[in-house]
């Protein structure tokens, strides 16, 4: 079993940052692909951007490409997700996720690769 908790979520001006962070307890953390996903009030949760176990590959949805960050510390069990320029968008609760983690490096998007979940944190951004 792998527990997740999110943290660093908060209001925030558009154009501004966040930094959240997904802290893990539990079986071994670096075993784990690690993922970030969002939910908007009435709409269905999606993908945002995924870490390989190694930190080599990182995947991002185009909506905030360019934008967030997604990195790991496996000495620290936590993975980050740096968020910038934020925009009224982006509005949402984010979970991090653990998952599959192939030797490849290969990261996926969908949620049925990820085993655990964390319970979310707030984000919202005023315009």
């Known amino acids: 079993q792998v527990q997740l908790v999110e943290s660093g979520g908060g209001l925030v001006q558009a154009g501004g940052s966040l930094r959240l962070s997904c802290a893990a307890s539990?079986?071994?953390?670096?075993?784990?692909?690690m993922g970030w996903f969002r939910q908007a009030p009435g709409k269905v949760r999606e993908f945002v951007t995924a870490?390989?176990?190694?930190?080599?590959?990182?995947i991002y949805a185009d909506s905030v490409k360019g934008r967030f960050t997604i990195s790991r510390d496996n000495a620290k069990n936590t993975a980050y997700l740096q968020a910038n320029s934020l925009k009224p968008e982006d509005t949402a609760v984010y979970y991090c996720?653990?998952?599959?983690?192939?030797?490849?490096?290969?990261?996926?998007?969908?949620?049925?690769?990820?085993?655990?979940w964390g319970q979310g944190t707030q984000v919202t951004v005023s315009s």
């Open positions: 539990g079986r071994t953390f670096s075993s784990y692909n």
């Open positions: 996720a653990a998952g599959a983690a192939p030797y490849s490096g290969t990261v996926y998007v969908h949620e049925h690769r990820y085993y655990y």
């Open positions: 870490i390989s176990w190694s930190g080599a590959s990182t």
